[in-house]
T-cell receptor
Framework: RKEVEQDPGPFNVPEGATVAFNCTYS??????FFWYRQDCRKEPKLLMS???SGNEDGRFTAQLNRASQYISLLIRDSKLSDSATYLC???????????FGRGTQLTVWP | ETGVTQTPRHLVMGMTNKKSLKCEQH?????MYWYKQSAKKPLELMFV???????ENNSVPSRFSPECPNSSHLFLHLHTLQPEDSALYLC?????????????FGPGTRLTVL
């Protein structure tokens, strides 16, 4: 069983749309949760951490459900510049060990 | 951005060659990582160094040999690689290996093994 599972997409949405990505993780002892963004042929960059109470950063909202071992990312009012692959990342119980999902590809079209 | 740099950016090598990948971080971090990213697969952690000490080896074949001479530099020595080792190799650093410390990635070295 994979540590982190994501729907790979691709998601193709028009500008202004709202899009949601989901992710599940297998280790109930996981400590920290993140969404990273990776542009084509570039390195991953942290988009936002995910806190237990849920958190928002502008147009981006992240939610965590520990009971269901489920993480989500909601993007409102999509921009062309949001086109990228979004990686769900979980820190396991071992210090420093991050587990990455395969990523969900998003394309926002004009 | 020059927080984490990697050289070379592209590398083509034969199966009998020996080469090294270099990573340098200018962020004052104490933890450094090597990851492998293959097509259509998730990023795979290879090695973790914390305060120059290797704290994790994720069952990586011995043809990959890491070296961390100080907290700012990390190397990955390569020898007798196989074609399936072709991938993007990413270096990352973080303040330490714990908690919510963000990992900052370098641009990667795209490796092709012929």
């Amino acid at each position: 069983r994979k540590e982190v599972e994501q729907d790979p997409g691709p998601f193709n949405v028009p500008e202004g749309a709202t899009v949601a990505f989901n992710c599940t993780y297998s280790n109930s002892a996981s400590q920290s949760f993140f969404w990273y963004r990776q542009d084509c042929r570039k390195e991953p960059k942290l988009l936002m951490s995910v806190y237990s109470s849920g958190n928002e950063d502008g147009r981006f909202t992240a939610q965590l459900n520990r009971a269901s071992q489920y993480i989500s990312l909601l993007i409102r009012d999509s921009k062309l510049s949001d086109s990228a692959t979004y990686l769900c990342v979980v820190r396991g119980s071992t210090l420093g060990r991050l587990y990455f999902g395969r990523g969900t590809q998003l394309t926002v079209w004009p | 951005e020059t927080g984490v740099t990697q050289t070379p950016r592209h590398l083509v090598m034969g199966m009998t060659n020996k080469k090294s990948l270099k990573c340098e971080q200018h962020l004052g971090h104490n933890a450094m990582y090597w990851y492998k990213q293959s097509a259509k697969k998730p990023l795979e952690l290879m090695f973790v160094y914390n305060f120059k000490e290797q704290t994790e080896n994720n069952s990586v074949p011995s043809r990959f040999s890491p070296e961390c001479p100080n907290s700012s530099h990390l190397f990955l020595h390569l020898h007798t690689l196989q074609p399936e080792d072709s991938a993007l190799y990413l270096c990352a650093s973080s303040q330490t290996t714990s908690g919510y410390n963000e990992q900052f990635f370098g641009p990667g070295t795209r490796l092709t093994v012929l």
